[in-house]
């Protein structure tokens, strides 16, 4: 099983545009910090956090 590593944006998860600076950081625990230019706001959710983990976790598939 992946884990989160602590100060990884993890915005395309979440659907976030990283070329206009949208950020979703990893802080540990069930900690984030969301940027955006020069805004930034960190919050705590345990369901963002699980929604993450689950999305690196996907089974992928190969084709080839």
């Given at each position: 099983?992946?884990?989160?590593?602590?100060?990884?944006?993890?915005?395309?998860?979440?659907?976030?545009?990283?070329?206009?600076?949208?950020?979703?950081?990893?802080?540990?625990?069930?900690?984030?910090?969301?940027?955006?230019?020069?805004?930034?706001k960190?919050?705590?959710?345990?369901?963002?956090?699980?929604?993450?983990?689950?999305?690196?976790?996907?089974?992928?598939?190969m084709?080839?």
């Amino acid at each position: 099983m992946r884990t989160l590593e602590i100060n990884s944006n993890y915005g395309s998860v979440f659907g976030l545009d990283t070329a206009k600076g949208q950020q979703m950081i990893y802080k540990g625990g069930d900690t984030w910090t969301m940027r955006e230019g020069s805004r930034e706001k960190t919050i705590e959710s345990m369901d963002t956090t699980k929604k993450a983990l689950e999305y690196i976790n996907r089974p992928t598939v190969m084709m080839g």
